[in-house]
């Protein structure tokens, strides 16, 4: 294992996440950035909302849409996110009872808004239609999902508490994600990613995260969701019992 591995692993182990640099040289992040601006463009011209104020659109589920026009653009964003390099970046991340294979969910294009900024609610992509927190919490505890993505313009938008992945709430970490102010500036410990165009960055997907949406500066960063394991929906339960 090189020491560049090893260093992700171990900042993914301790922080869960961890920033490639120049992942991407100026002609891959063009050559990118025309495939998902396709997408994007055409999107954009069929509906008022996704694409203006959504955080981002999917491309894969709605891949025939906006992709009708340009099928080479869907192959160039698929090659990549099955990459032998992403996965690579992924390999050693998931919990070894899971297996090394990533499973991928779908890949999705962050833009900027074109109408208002807004602030995103801070969340572990794991409660997403998971009402019981307990149930959450198991899932948490025993599967690993993670996010790749490529800014194709400098971002900033992603925040994330480090370490959160590998544990549980604090009680304050709970009252902000599951309760009524989703939104505040006042989560603890929370950093920002910055990331700089044709950078990359692998997080898990169980970390508290938000972004916020913002009109200017423009915001184009392709994101690809990936699973190991599958879940078991037993509610969680403290070792040993
Ligand atoms: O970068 C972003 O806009 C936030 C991404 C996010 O919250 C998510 O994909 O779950």
């Known amino acids: 294992m090189n020491t560049s591995t090893r260093d992700r692993l ?19 992040r063009a050559e990118l950035r025309r495939a998902c601006d396709a997408a ?23 891949g025939m ?9 869907l192959e160039l964003i698929a090659a990549l ?15 070894p009872e899971e297996g090394d294979t990533p499973r991928l969910k779908d890949a999705h294009y962050y833009h900027e808004q074109t109408g208002r900024d807004w602030d995103g609610d801070w969340h572990r992509d794991s409660q997403l239609g998971q009402p019981d927190p307990e149930i959450e919490r198991a899932v948490v505890a025993t599967t690993t999902a993670v996010h790749f993505r490529v800014a194709l ?3 900033d938008r992603l925040e994330i508490v480090p370490g959160s992945h590998a544990r549980w709430d604090t009680l304050e970490e709970l009252r902000i ?5 989703r939104a505040t500036p006042d989560m603890p410990n929370a950093v920002r990613v910055a990331l700089r165009a044709g950078d990359a960055c692998v997080f898990h997907a169980w970390s508290i995260h938000r972004a916020t949406y913002l009109r ?5 960063t392709l994101d690809a969701l990936y ?13 040993g019992t």
């Not at 301790?14 to 120049?22: E, K």
């Not at 008022?48 to 955080?55: A, D, I, K, L």
């Not at 699973?227 to 070792?239: E, I, K, N, Q």
């Open 81 to 95: 996110v099955g990459s032998p390099r992403v996965c690579e970046l992924l390999s050693g991340l998931a919990r």
């Open 216 to 220: 200017e500066p423009p915001r184009r």
């Open 65 to 73: 849409v906006c992709f009708q026009d340009d099928p080479r653009a």
């Open 10 to 28: 171990d900042a993914f182990r301790a922080r869960g996440f961890f920033v490639v640099p120049a992942f991407l040289d100026a002609e891959g």
């Open 177 to 181: 994600r599951r309760g009524a102010d």
């Open 227 to 239: 699973a190991f394991g599958r879940p078991t929906l037993r509610r969680w339960a403290p070792p």
């Open 40 to 62: 994007l463009l055409r999107t954009r011209a069929l509906s008022q909302e996704t694409g203006h104020s959504t955080p981002r659109i999917s491309l894969f589920t709605d």
């Open 153 to 155: 313009e400098d971002d």
